[in-house]
Nanobody, 123 residues
Framework: QVQLVESGGGLVQAGDSLRLSCAASGRTFSMYRMGWFRQAPGEERKFVAGISWSGVSTYYADSVKGRFTISRDNAKNTVYLQMNSLKPEDTAVYHC????????????????WGQGTQVTVSS
């Protein structure tokens, strides 16, 4: 079992930066692939960024490449999402998630989810 708690969301202006954090409980955090997903009102939950258990490999949705950076600190049981050059279309609830299976970044593969943190970007 893994419990996830996100923090760091807020209201910012276009062009600003935010850093989201996701703190995980459990001693096996380093065994999980971690992902960030976002869900805007009326839309499906979408993949944003993912990181391998070791942190060596990272993956991004095309819409955030070059602007967002995912990282993890296994000693602190925490995964981060640095978001730069934010745009109004980045507005959504951001969730972190963990999975110990598969290799896909589909939300259906992820077994553990945080409650989410709201990010609102004004123009």
């Amino acid at each position: 079992q893994v419990q996830l708690v996100e923090s760091g969301g807020g209201l910012v202006q276009a062009g600003d930066s935010l850093r989201l954090s996701c703190a995980a409980s459990g001693r096996t955090f380093s065994m999980y692939r971690m992902g960030w997903f976002r869900q805007a009102p009326g839309e499906e939950r979408k993949f944003v960024a993912g990181i391998s258990w070791s942190g060596v490999s990272t993956y991004y949705a095309d819409s955030v490449k070059g602007r967002f950076t995912i990282s993890r600190d296994n000693a602190k049981n925490t995964v981060y999402l640095q978001m730069n050059s934010l745009k109004p279309e980045d507005t959504a609830v951001y969730h972190c998630a963990a999975t110990g299976r598969g290799s896909s970044w589909s939300p259906t593969i992820f077994d553990y989810w945080g409650q989410g943190t709201q990010v609102t970007v004004s123009s």
